[in-house]
């Protein structure tokens, strides 16, 4: 595979030399007239999932990355367009990421604001500019994961985001599929290494009352159902990803921790607290407080599908548990 490196400073300064390390040993030449898949968000929990298994089935993978080591070895094995949500206003960037492309998978998104950018635009106008840019360049399928209950009249602004997203791509002329999951987790994500932390403390703090109900669905079990939905083609333009319980937020609070082997009380912690206290830390933290108000907010509207289980089992996964994914540690 090519790998293809925008804007790189050639005068030997930090950057190019962090991409030289990350990179080392890669054959670099011109991205070929090969019709390839774009994936962006392909470090992220579906996304880590997803692309080893689109290369197995043969197809020639483009991904999105702003930091390629992440991709861990697999960035040999794909085509490199440097770049993130926050960058999709560069016609440039996104005519060179598009070249080509027959087919996008847009899993990225954000649940926090980025300075300078906010949800809105990283969640919302992004997937709209790249979206419109698809069209314009030949693309033909587009696939997007929204979220469960996503609305226009939802109290948190990762949800309106993800609605004016999902609309647009509703809308676009393209062959276009939208994924609608609750909430995903995988072993090692930052949302379950946050609980399990939270049980080393005499009580697991859960922000309100706890009580928002959620399906979670394990990433791997997410990214079966793209590949699922991509070998069926254009039958079904959108699935609601469900799992095959229904727990709480205090439920899975207390799962966690007993899975980790510290079972612990639930100490419920006002919401004005709780945004009160997260911003302040947010303020003297910056980008590296362990939570902002945005995450904890999201934990208070509850995801589920009337439907269960029943699209993801029609694209032939058996959607597991959590607590038998988390015990297999």
Not at 139 to 164: G, H, I, N, P
Request: proline share 6%; net charge negative.
């Amino acid at each position: 595979m090519s790998v293809h490196f925008r804007d790189v400073d050639r005068s030997g300064g930090p950057e190019t030399a962090e991409l030289g390390a990350s990179l080392r040993g890669t054959w670099v030449e011109p991205w070929n007239d090969v019709p390839v898949l774009l994936l962006t968000g392909a470090t992220g929990n579906i996304g880590s999932r997803l692309l080893p298994l689109l290369l197995e089935r043969g197809e020639d993978v483009r991904c999105l990355v702003r930091e390629p080591r992440r991709l861990g070895h697999y960035r040999v094995d794909v085509q490199i367009a440097l770049g993130d949500l926050g960058e999709m206003s560069d016609p440039y960037l996104v005519r060179q990421a598009l070249r080509g492309v027959d087919g996008v998978i847009h899993l990225a998104a954000t649940i926090r604001d980025q300075p300078p950018h906010r949800i809105e635009e990283l969640n919302g106008l992004a997937t709209v500019r790249l979206l419109r840019a698809a069209e314009r360049s030949g693309v033909e399928r587009f696939a997007f994961f929204s979220a469960l209950d996503a609305a226009a009249t939802q109290r948190t602004r990762f949800f309106r985001a993800k609605w004016m997203a999902e609309r647009a791509v509703i809308s676009s002329p393209l062959e276009t599929t939208v994924f609608a999951p609750s909430i995903v987790y995988d072993r090692s994500d930052p949302w379950v290494t946050l609980l399990r932390r939270f049980s080393f403390l005499p009580a697991m703090p859960v922000s309100g009352d706890g009580q928002a109900r959620f399906q979670p669905l394990w990433a791997a079990d997410a990214a079966r159902c793209v590949v699922a939905a991509l070998e069926r083609g254009n039958s079904r333009d959108r699935y609601e990803l469900a799992g095959p319980e229904t727990l709480t937020y205090d439920q899975m609070s207390d799962l966690v921790s007993r899975v980790a082997g510290r079972p612990r009380p639930l100490a419920h912690i006002p919401l004005p607290v709780v945004r009160a206290g997260l911003i302040a830390l947010r303020n003297v933290f910056g980008e590296a407080v362990f939570a902002t108000w945005e995450e904890a907010e999201l934990m208070e509207v509850s995801m589920t599908s009337e439907r269960g289980t029943a699209d993801v089992e029609e694209l032939g996964v058996t959607p597991r548990r959590m607590g038998d994914v988390l015990a297999e540690e």
